[in-house]
């Protein structure tokens, strides 16, 4: 599977934009692109995926580059509530595609 | 439409002694999975379920650690005998699959265990 590299944290004050960039440059043709987060003491949250067309949900965008080699999950209006680790997990199709590797994934702290 | 469940939320136990999980999927979901979550790291994944069938337990360190899942509904983790470096949150998961193809994975909240 494509590895993923994320920053390690992020700062976003709220009610701005919050861009959390992942870059997976070994990615292949037939591996989509998942967002989840994990908010404190909960389990993770399926957040948003894409194949190479960008996306948008009531939760987020997913813009990911022609190539595919990186991508950037937005939040558009950032509030306190956003504050937890997002993850950039690059997931098969098909067989194999029950495997979520998680990494470290990125800790985005939204400030009043 | 109730998500995943988990209990206990936390559990205190002293080393050598034994603990178990418990977690109930959502209704329909025939495959369920087991994660541990060291502080500080993504969850990795321990075992995976279809209906009834472990069809891949080859994280899960056999010496200590059983699940099971009799009916194909809910499923129990055990750690016996437990050991200060099992001191982490045990996450499970459901999806559904469709010839081989699975939806997104739903976590439950996690129990966090504490080995003293």
């Known amino acids: 599977d494509a590895k993923t590299t994320q920053p390690t944290s992020m700062d976003c004050a709220e009610g701005r934009a919050a861009n959390l960039p992942c870059n997976h440059s070994?990615?292949?043709?037939?591996?989509?692109v998942y967002w989840y987060r994990q908010i404190h003491s909960q389990g993770p949250q399926y957040i948003i995926h894409?194949?190479?067309n960008n996306e948008t949900n009531e939760m987020a965008s997913l813009i990911i580059t022609e190539d595919r080699k990186s991508s950037t999950l937005i939040l558009p209006h950032a509030t306190l509530r956003d504050t937890a680790v997002y993850y950039c997990?690059?997931?098969?199709?098909?067989?194999?595609?029950?495997?979520?590797?998680f990494g470290k994934g990125t800790k985005l702290s939204v400030i009043p | 439409e109730a998500g995943v469940v988990q209990s206990p939320r936390y559990k205190i136990i002293e080393k050598k002694q034994p603990v178990a999980f418990w977690c109930n999927p959502i209704?329909?979901?025939?495959?369920l999975y087991w994660y541990l979550q060291n502080l500080g790291q993504g969850p990795e994944l321990l075992i995976r379920?279809?209906?009834?069938?472990?069809?891949?337990d080859s994280q899960l360190p056999k010496d200590r650690f059983s699940a099971e899942r009799l009916k194909g509904v809910d499923s129990t983790l055990k750690i016996q005998p437990a050991e200060l470096g099992d001191s982490a949150v045990y996450l499970c998961?459901?999806?559904?699959?469709?010839?081989?193809?699975?939806?997104?994975?739903?976590f439950g909240p996690g129990t966090r265990l504490t080995v003293l």
């Open positions: 998961a459901s999806s559904i699959n469709r010839g081989g193809t699975y939806n997104e994975q739903f």
């Open positions: 070994t990615i292949s043709g037939n591996e989509y």
């Open positions: 894409g194949l190479k």
């Open positions: 997990i690059v997931r098969r199709t098909g067989a194999g595609s029950y495997q979520l590797t």
């Open positions: 209704s329909g979901h025939n495959t």
């Open positions: 379920y279809e209906n009834e069938e472990a069809v891949d």
